[in-house]
């Protein structure tokens, strides 16, 4: 809100629980391939929903019915402003342990192997350390702004080009692998 000065600052609100937890109800007594089909619909259809104005931007949607991959499903949707994929990943990620040490935190293999053999005596030196963030904050502030302003990306499967697209019907993907499917895929990788 504004103040007289027309100055800009957060103002309190209370938070009714209830206007922000939403469960959807579907005939009882359906298949759970049939309760997955109504599930996909209402993902799409809360994805393309947009968010009231007048309460605080976020909403938790409990889906109380058995689908093939999970008993219940629980969504959180929250609107931009509070978060973007990569900082809510980020917290999600630094509530998550490893399996093989609870003690520390997640950390994922790095898919180069031992590059460090390969560097040069430069990039392992403290002049590289210093000045590479700093270039790759110009590199990554350049081409962003080649991107918005004079580069258009190619169209593919996920960038189709039309106007309008925002407005069209949302479709959600998921898959599931078994642990051993990521190990393969680990092996495969060299990770």
């Known amino acids: 809100v504004k103040d007289a ?101 997640l950390t994922f293999p790095s898919c180069n192997g031992s590059s460090k053999q390969h560097r040069s005596k430069i990039e392992n030196g403290t002049v590289w350390r210093h000045l590479s963030p700093l270039w790759f904050t110009f590199q990554d502030f350049g081409w962003s702004l080649l991107k918005s302003s004079l580069l258009e990306d190619p169209k593919s499967p996920i960038r189709s080009g039309e106007l309008g697209v925002e407005f069209k019907p949302v479709f959600i993907s998921s898959v599931s692998l078994s642990l051993e499917e990521i190990r393969e895929v680990r092996e495969e990788l060299k990770a």
């Open 5 to 105: 000065k027309g100055v800009k600052h957060w103002k309190p609100v209370k938070v009714n629980v209830k206007d922000h937890i939403r469960i959807p109800t579907f005939p009882p007594g359906l298949s759970p391939e049939e309760y997955e089909k109504h599930l996909q619909g209402y993902l799409s259809e809360i994805a393309i929903e947009e968010m009231s104005q007048n309460k605080p931007l976020w909403e938790v949607h409990i889906f109380k019915y058995c689908t093939p991959s999970a008993v219940n499903t629980l969504v959180f949707k929250l609107h931009h402003a509070i978060g973007d994929g990569f900082s809510l990943m980020t917290a999600l990620f630094s509530c998550l342990r490893r399996a093989d040490d609870p003690s520390l935190p």
